[in-house]
């Protein structure tokens, strides 16, 4: 639906950590355009990932102007979403008041023991932009843990090199690569601000590693008879890089604070791969009602409704989607209010929710009390 600003960066410069030249600028922006041309919905951006690290904001307004120009959305994932979220923020608002695009913050959440409790000040943030009339809202799964890949724990400029080069210094330049590791100057550490206590391998590539999924970074390291960050670093050589990362860093409450948020969009950010990959990404939207609809009466059944449904598709200019009413395409989940609910768990998180009659995909049921019917009505949403 989007494109992304990585990529784009990605095949005009290739993984250089450098502004663009005027020359490569006009031609992301000409990708950008041509994208949008094509039926993208917006620009995306992963700002703690490589190249869009390397991205100034001063690239990313250029290049949300011309996404603008065609009512684009820039979804973004803030470049710190911990000890300097404040300033994450502040960048976005500032690509949203120098372009007058669409903003939504994917995903709002505080990383870390010591931010916790901050949630309130950072969507006073949002509502003061808000009030200027920039479009910011913000996206949001029902979990106090999140989930990305292991190789965010290895410092950026390590990541310039290439896939290959990466790999190389993980192995030639260990201890200097371990002691970058130690730092937060420029980056957003996750092994400083979370602790290897609460990193967890979700998935591997190859059969030979499978015990490593669902163990921690320290569990891993005992087993090994190695520091966590050597064990780390080890998988990561073993597995070409492709190695899942589940970890736990967050406070309930701050997450309640974005739910009772009015521009709240609720969402899986599923990564489905390995064998024990995240449980939002089987249970997101029931766990959302059974814990802050039902148990914990956080918001009325109504409001978590319109959270997951028609807030969406207005934010996303579907016009088609996110009511019930004629002329809409008949897209609809019937459940039970008092009986659906996640029964997933970390430890086994491919586990189907409960409480889920039927799912209409364009008026075709294509489950029906949890059993696919083969019906495959969808489409490829292009207005």
């Known amino acids: 639906s989007y494109v992304g600003l990585g990529t784009v960066r990605l095949d005009v410069m290739g993984m250089e950590d450098r502004p663009p030249t005027a020359e490569e600028l006009r031609l992301m922006e000409e990708s950008v355009a041509r994208c949008m041309e094509e039926g993208a919905r917006g620009i995306s951006a992963g700002l703690i990932y490589t190249p869009n690290k390397y991205q100034s904001t001063e690239e990313l307004v250029a290049l949300a ?8 959305i820039l979804d973004v994932h803030m470049r710190n979403e911990a000890d300097h979220m404040a300033e994450a923020l502040e960048e976005v608002i500032h690509i949203g008041r120098e372009t007058g695009i669409r903003i939504l913050v994917t995903h709002f ?16 943030t949002i509502d003061r932009a808000r009030g200027e009339g920039i479009d910011i809202g913000i996206a949001q799964y029902p979990y106090t843990a999140n989930s990305t890949f292991m190789h965010v724990v ?33 980056w957003e550490n996750f092994s ?3 602790g290897w206590e609460n990193i967890y391998v979700s998935s591997v590539a190859s059969e030979k590693n499978l015990w490593c999924e ?22 990561l050589i073993e597995e070409n890089l492709a190695v899942g990362l589940l970890g736990h860093g967050m406070y309930e409450e701050d997450v309640m604070e974005g739910m009772k948020h009015p521009t709240m969009c609720l969402i899986t950010d599923g990564l489905l791969s390995g064998g024990k990959p995240h449980p939002r990404t089987y249970a997101a939207f029931p766990r959302f009602i059974a814990r802050y609809v039902r148990e914990k009466r956080l918001l009325t059944l109504e409001e978590a409704v319109r959270k997951m449904t028609s807030s969406t598709a207005l934010k996303l200019r579907m016009k088609r989607k996110g009511f019930i009413m004629p002329g809409m395409d008949a897209d609809m989940v ?11 768990t970390f430890e086994n998180p491919r586990v189907y929710p409960e409480g889920i009659d039927y799912v209409l995909v364009n008026g075709e049921i294509a489950v029906d009390h949890g059993v696919h019917t083969g019906a495959r009505p969808g489409k490829t949403i292009r207005d």
């Open 214 to 235: 669902g163990k921690s970074a320290v569990a891993l390291g005992e087993a090994l008879g190695k520091s966590p960050e050597d064990a780390v670093l080890d998988l």
């Open 192 to 194: 400083q601000v979370m």
């Open 109 to 124: 959440k505080l990383r870390g023991r010591r931010n916790w409790g901050n949630a309130r000040r950072h969507l006073d």
């Open 65 to 72: 102007k011309v996404a603008a120009r065609y009512d684009g």
């Open 334 to 344: 019937v459940f039970g209010e008092n009986r659906i609910r996640d029964v997933n």
């Open 154 to 186: 290895v410092p950026p400029w390590y990541h310039s090199r290439g896939t290959d080069g990466l790999l190389k210094a993980l192995a030639e330049e260990r201890e200097q690569v371990k002691k970058d590791m130690l730092t937060t100057e420029g």
